[in-house]
């Protein structure tokens, strides 16, 4: 019975590390040169630089710095955040939303940059409703999103250690009030464990199959089909949040609103987050 328990740990241990590395790999995976538009490299570009310039008012060439950071050294929520800002101060709210978006995908617990995504959304035309839920399932997603993919991680492989602890001391002690503690403490552990390693599975699935856009053209009229002379449905505008349902058909996209509404967009009409 005691070699199934060490089984059973040292397979918690080894998923709660590889989700770490996962972690990581989402990162690397979905680099900056895969989602931001084609950008001029500033050689010798330092985020100090580039805060420097933004305390300016130099706002461009914060922007440009920023973009160079995201390009060399893969993707940041903090680089996100700030380009995010610097694109906000130039009134260009897509590009601030879709800075804002990755950040907040990269680092979900961030309060900043929750309100500055928030402020952002309230400057798009389009006004859109989610459709309501249960109350777990909102409730799970705040879970979820508390932290980063990173953080769970710690989490999961701290929170394996401490069974592992408590459940020797209930193995090998005596006393029975050590022997309760340790297994009712180890149980709390790894339901904190798999707690932690579903939510950085849920964050790395988020992360790896980036299937939202948003509308980067003034006004896009939403088609039936992907053709130019299908039915008319619908007109959405800059800054709108969508979901990619489809993205074989070459130069469209079908897409669907929170709201529950579908068509096709030209796909440069939207940029993927």
Not at 9 to 27: H, M, P, V
Not at 152 to 177: C, K, P, Q
Not at 237 to 258: C, P, T
Request: hydrophobic residues 45%; charged residues 20%.
């Amino acid at each position: 019975m005691r070699k199934i328990y060490i089984i059973l740990f040292l397979t918690a241990i080894f998923c709660a590390d590889s989700w770490a590395q996962n972690g990581k790999t989402g990162k690397n995976d979905n680099t900056v040169s895969s989602n931001l538009r084609k950008v001029s490299i500033i050689e010798g570009a330092t985020k100090e630089a580039a805060d420097s310039a933004y305390k300016k008012d130099d706002f461009e060439t914060a922007a440009q710095m920023y973009e160079s950071l995201l390009a060399i050294e893969g993707e940041s929520p903090v680089y996100y955040y700030n380009l995010g800002n610097c694109f906000y101060k130039l009134d260009n709210i897509p590009q601030a939303i879709i800075c804002y978006e990755r950040a907040f995908l990269l680092d979900p617990g961030d309060a900043d940059i929750r309100a500055n995504l928030a402020l952002a959304r309230g400057k798009t035309v389009d006004k859109v409703t989610p459709p309501s839920e249960m109350f777990f399932v909102t409730w799970a997603r705040s879970v979820v999103n508390c932290m980063s993919i990173d953080k769970w991680a710690v989490v999961a492989i701290a929170s394996f250690i401490l069974m592992l602890l408590l459940f020797l001391a209930y193995l090998f002690t005596s006393a029975i009030w050590m022997r309760k503690t340790g297994f009712y403490g180890a149980v709390v552990m790894c339901v904190v464990c798999v707690v932690a390693n579903l939510a950085a599975y849920s964050q790395h699935r988020t992360l790896t199959n980036r299937d939202y856009a948003i509308v980067i053209a003034p006004s896009i009229v939403v088609k039936s089909s992907p053709n130019e002379s299908s039915t008319e449905l619908f007109v959405i505008h800059e800054g709108s949040k969508v979901h990619v349902e489809d993205a074989s058909m070459k130069g469209w996209r079908e897409i669907k609103l929170e709201e529950g509404k579908i068509g096709w967009v030209p796909v440069d009409a939207i940029e993927v987050i």
